[in-house]
T-cell receptor
Framework: ETGVTQTPRHLVMGMTNKKSLKCEQH?????MYWYKQSAKKPLELMFV???????ENNSVPSRFSPECPNSSHLFLHLHTLQPEDSALYLC????????????????FGAGTRLSVL | SQQGEEDPQALSIQEGENATMNCSYK?????LQWYRQNSGRGLVHLIL?????REKHSGRLRVTLDTSKKSSSLLITASRAADTASYFC?????????????FGAGTQVVVTP
């Protein structure tokens, strides 16, 4: 166990559905990340939160909406997705420092395998 | 284009053999990390090498870094079937902001008994 838990592990949704992915970390970290991993492609960073503030939005479509209520929890709200959004969504955390870029080792959850029909 | 690019894309070896994979990157970095991913799972950090280091060891892993060539290599010695996984390099660019790691597409390693 890495200390980062993602739920659900698998999700199948239609293009008109609304669903949410959840990530929880028990490591006392204060930086959390969402990544998208598609087959044969590098990991794509989607969002970064440091001390609950969003510090990176990597040109992600608005159908993906992140939420970080506290340093331990991160959500990714999904609505009106497209089939090309099918991928493995990974959450990670690291020990960020206020005022200093969080250039540290990242700890990943097992991911949510999302299929959009 | 991606910051880190691994080579080869896939590698198939037998148990006991060594596995070597390479990573090239484009911009100046603070450090470079290697991660491992078992099929359908999250990434697990293996080793970090700083830009002022040239070589680092951890168990059966040996990492080298050549900042003049903007490249790194990961060597797994005496491989085991359990080493079957995808391996990714990740760079932490000097100019990037919060916790932004750039990952390559990975090298898929298969170790057969």
């Amino acid at each position: 166990e890495t200390g980062v838990t993602q739920t659900p592990r698998h999700l199948v949704m239609g293009m008109t559905n609304k669903k949410s992915l959840k990530c929880e970390q028990h490591l006392g970290h204060n930086a959390m990340y969402w990544y998208k991993q598609s087959a044969k492609k590098p990991l794509e960073l989607m969002f970064v939160y440091n001390f609950k503030e969003q510090t990176e939005n990597n040109s992600v479509p608005s159908r993906f909406s992140p939420e970080c209520p506290n340093s331990s929890h991160l959500f990714l709200h999904l609505h009106t997705l497209q089939p090309e959004d099918s991928a493995l969504y990974l959450c990670a955390s690291s020990q960020g420092r206020r005022g200093v870029p969080a250039k540290n080792i990242q700890y990943f959850g097992a991911g949510t395998r999302l299929s959009v029909l | 284009s991606q910051q880190g690019e691994e080579d080869p894309q896939a590698l198939s070896i037998q148990e006991g053999e060594n596995a070597t994979m390479n990573c090239s990157y484009k911009t100046s970095i603070n450090n470079l990390q290697w991660y491992r991913q078992n099929s359908g799972r999250g990434l697990v950090h293996l080793i970090l090498i700083r830009s002022n280091e040239r070589e680092k060891h951890s168990g059966r892993l040996r990492v080298t870094l050549d900042t003049s060539k903007k490249s790194s290599s990961l060597l797994i010695t005496a491989s085991r079937a359990a080493d079957t996984a995808s391996y990714f390099c990740a760079t932490d660019a000097l100019t990037d902001s919060w916790g932004k790691l750039q990952f390559g597409a990975g090298t898929q390693v298969v170790v057969t008994p």
